[in-house]
Nanobody, 115 residues
Framework: QVEVVESGGGLVQAGGSLRLSCAVS????????MGWYRQAPGKKREYVAH???????YYGDSMKVRVTISRDDAEKMAYLQMNSLKPEDTAMYYC?????????WGYGTQVTVSS
């Protein structure tokens, strides 16, 4: 059974940084795209970034210049480095991984940015 687990969230002051991690387990299939979305209370889920199997990266407009996505295929991990965080970045951050026949999501990691 494929499992996706996020970690690295927490409370940070505005202007600070966090590095989120995403671990994929339970599959021997190749992992294709991996990415991140976020959802703030009362708002729709918002695309943050994704990275393809070949390492091409794509970013949403909301955090585009402040985040970097990367992956380590040997460890089946993806990372989201977030800098210059703002209070409006407060949200639950979700990772997904495309592997085998499906797309799998984690339960999220909470990021809270204080002003």
């Amino acid at each position: 059974q494929v499992e996706v687990v996020e970690s690295g969230g927490g409370l940070v002051q505005a202007g600070g940084s966090l590095r989120l991690s995403c671990a994929v387990s339970g599959t021997s299939d190749r992992i294709n795209d991996m990415g991140w979305y976020r959802q703030a209370p009362g708002k729709k889920r918002e695309y943050v970034a994704h990275i393809t199997r070949r390492g091409s990266t794509y970013y949403g407009d909301s955090m585009k210049v402040r985040v970097t996505i990367s992956r380590d295929d040997a460890e089946k991990m993806a990372y989201l480095q977030m800098n210059s965080l703002k209070p409006e970045d407060t949200a639950m951050y979700y990772c997904y991984a495309e592997t085998g026949p499906g797309t799998y999501w984690g339960y999220g990691t909470q990021v809270t940015v204080s002003s």
